[in-house]
């Protein structure tokens, strides 16, 4: 039982500082700087949408305005079998030059979606972003300078969780993300990111394959499948987008339990992402899977303290019990000091672990989290069906 515990703790530890820790060490005796230089190639932005005709206008004024020439660029807005006033928006701006409108009538998911979107685009370099977050004006020109380096073949941008004008949230969520987005910056200075960040990232249109239908994590699916090519994935925390720290409890829930199921779902389309052919085999196992494992590490730590005897495994139940009783300070939104901060963090990670957890029996009783909705696990293949253009 002792072993059982410190195992536990172990890899608690690992996963949210020790690996960190490495990547530090790591990012200093072997760094691999980017020749960045200013770089315009065309570039296809591409977005899937669905009933999104609110957000879809403001979105398309935000991509136009980006400071990056006109003509060496396209944008491709995919409707995923909308049922709003999304297919009027895109008819509207589709007589606009520059702009390509897709309706696919029936719902078919994300991965379908920017398929169709680059079977029409002619960029050299793919721009993929979400329809939710505001782009900064000069993010577009910022990642295509990482170009200019033939070695990079793909860039994830900097998501800000926060407001432009009163900066990044530094409680809960957004203090968990800004600890993740360190862990980013230190694999991209030493090596390659695992993933990037589907809301701001770009590729080069000759390493991405068609994506498999029903597929989650497209942001960390095209990466991975670039660095097999031998080409790197950086991050550029110069390139910001701009997105709204929390979107209600339930519906963050829901997609930490998307995300992280998709992370189960990558093992079955990429199996080598275990094998010796992954030349960030390490990273990945460290980032990605161990995490998926620290909610069932929290339970045993605690179990097994809670029934070994002693002075050292009393303490640590009682640490245990009262980061979770922080928890529930935060749940019961208590402001009470400078708890209130401990408190939010202390929330933030049993959400997490909670959404890890459900994401796993999930898994295991093939129930898929799909793009905008919970489905039943679908059969994953290729498929490149066009929808109709305006």
């Not at 979107?247 to 094998?275: I, S």
């Amino acid at each position: 039982m002792k072993c059982v515990f410190w195992v536990s703790v172990a890899l608690i530890a690992y996963s949210y500082v020790g690996y960190a820790a490495w990547l530090w060490i790591r990012s200093r005796w072997r760094v691999q700087p980017v020749q960045r230089r200013p770089f315009t190639p065309l570039v296809s932005i591409v977005l899937v949408v669905r009933n999104e005709e609110k957000l879809l206008e403001e979105k398309l004024h935000n991509l136009r305005a980006l400071n990056y020439p006109a003509e060496r660029r396209e944008i491709i807005v995919v409707s995923d079998g909308s049922s709003d006033g999304t297919v009027a928006v895109l008819a509207k701006w589709a007589n606009q030059a520059g702009v390509t409108g897709l309706n696919n009538v029936e719902c078919r998911g994300k991965a379908a979606g920017l398929n169709d979107a680059l079977a029409t685009a002619r960029g050299e370099i793919i721009f993929f972003t979400d329809v939710r977050q505001k782009l900064e004006p000069d993010s577009l020109q910022l990642l295509m300078e990482n170009f200019a380096d033939p070695e990079v073949g793909c860039v994830s941008g900097e998501l800000m969780l926060g407001d432009p004008c009163s900066g990044e949230a530094n409680e809960g969520i957004g203090l968990y993300w800004k600890i993740e987005k360190q862990v980013r910056e230190m694999e991209s200075a030493s090596g390659s990111v695992i993933g990037a960040t589907g809301a701001i990232y770009a590729a080069r249109r000759e390493l991405i394959s068609a994506i498999p239908q029903g597929t989650i994590l497209d942001d960390v699916y095209i990466p991975m499948q670039i660095v097999r090519q031998d080409k790197r994935v950086i991050f550029d925390s110069r390139a910001r987008a701009w997105d709204a720290p929390n979107l209600g409890t339930g519906r963050e829930f829901a997609r930490k339990v998307r995300t992280l199921g998709g992370n189960y779902q990558l093992l079955q389309l990429l199996p080598w992402l275990l094998g010796r052919s992954n030349p960030v085999r390490f990273e990945f196992i460290s980032h990605k899977l161990l995490r998926l494992l620290v909610p069932f590490a929290l339970v045993a730590a605690l179990v097994t303290s809670a029934l070994l005897p002693g002075t050292l495994y009393r303490t640590a139940t009682a640490l245990q019990l009262a980061f979770y009783g922080l928890s529930l300070l935060s749940l019961a939104q208590l402001k009470v000091g400078v708890l209130a901060r401990f408190a939010d963090v202390a929330f933030t990670i049993v959400v997490l672990n909670s959404a890890a957890a459900v994401a796993f029996f999930n898994f295991i009783f093939g129930r898929t989290a799909s793009w905008g909705q919970v489905n039943n696990a679908a059969k994953i293949q290729p498929q490149m069906a066009r929808g109709e253009r305006f």
